[in-house]
């Protein structure tokens, strides 16, 4: 099965810096590519996902590049601000015509944003 | 609602007990999803159902746990037997189709003691 590895497990940034987080995956069979937000007593929540079509996705202050070859994508967040602070995790699937929602999910970054 | 609820929000129970959590999707979405997150661990797999059948159970991780969703609305987890190790947060997820995003619900944090 698939197996995602994501690094840093932490990353304490100040504000106004750049954030990187970076994930690679085992199955070369997968097309799609999340990104989930998780704050303390929630859910997680989609913040950009990107599909294996696609080399790169930016939406505002985020960005997600995909390098199919070497089987791994990242997370680029810009001019970080304090309420970025959270957990993120990368996930991947190879949805095969059935279902994006069965996710291989990362182990998580938890970003702290210092004002 | 508008959003995915999940009931209860916290369960304490005692090993060997039986446990069921609740998750109600969003109004209209077909797909739904659940998923366990362990403490400092991403959210693993378990099963989704796409109406009333489940389509995909393979990340259940035994026979002890089971879930339903009977009117492709409305679904229940269910676990015989607890044990220390089914501690977690499970959370459940909804999607308007397949292929469209997942949107989680805030998760029942299970505790056996």
């Known amino acids: 099965g698939e197996n995602v590895e994501q690094h840093p497990s932490t990353l304490s940034v100040q504000e106004g810096d750049s954030a990187v987080i970076k994930c690679t995956y085992s199955?070369?069979?997968?097309?799609?590519f999340p990104w989930y937000k998780q704050e303390l007593g929630k859910g997680p929540q989609l913040i950009i996902d990107i599909r294996s079509n696609v080399g790169e996705k930016k939406d505002q202050r985020i960005a997600v590049t995909l390098n199919k070859t070497a089987k791994h994508f990242s997370l680029h967040i810009t001019e970080t601000q304090p309420e970025d602070s959270a957990v993120y995790f990368c996930a991947a699937t190879n949805a095969g015509g059935t279902s994006y929602g069965k996710l291989t999910f990362g182990q998580g970054t938890i970003l702290t944003v210092h004002p | 609602g508008a959003g995915v609820s999940q009931t209860p929000s916290n369960k304490v129970t005692e090993k060997g007990k039986y446990v069921e959590l609740r998750c109600d999707p969003i109004s209209g979405h077909t797909a739904l999803y659940w998923y366990r997150q362990s403490l400092g661990q991403g959210p693993e797999f378990l099963i989704y159902f796409q109406g009333t059948g489940a389509a995909d159970d393979s990340g259940l991780p035994n026979d002890r746990f089971f879930a339903v969703r009977p009117e492709g609305s409305v679904s229940t987890l269910k676990i015989q037997r607890t044990e220390r190790g089914d501690s977690a947060m499970y959370l459940c997820a909804s999607s308007p189709t397949l292929t469209g995003e997942l949107f989680f619900g805030e998760g029942s944090r299970l505790t056996v003691l």
């Open positions: 199955d070369s069979a997968s097309n799609y």
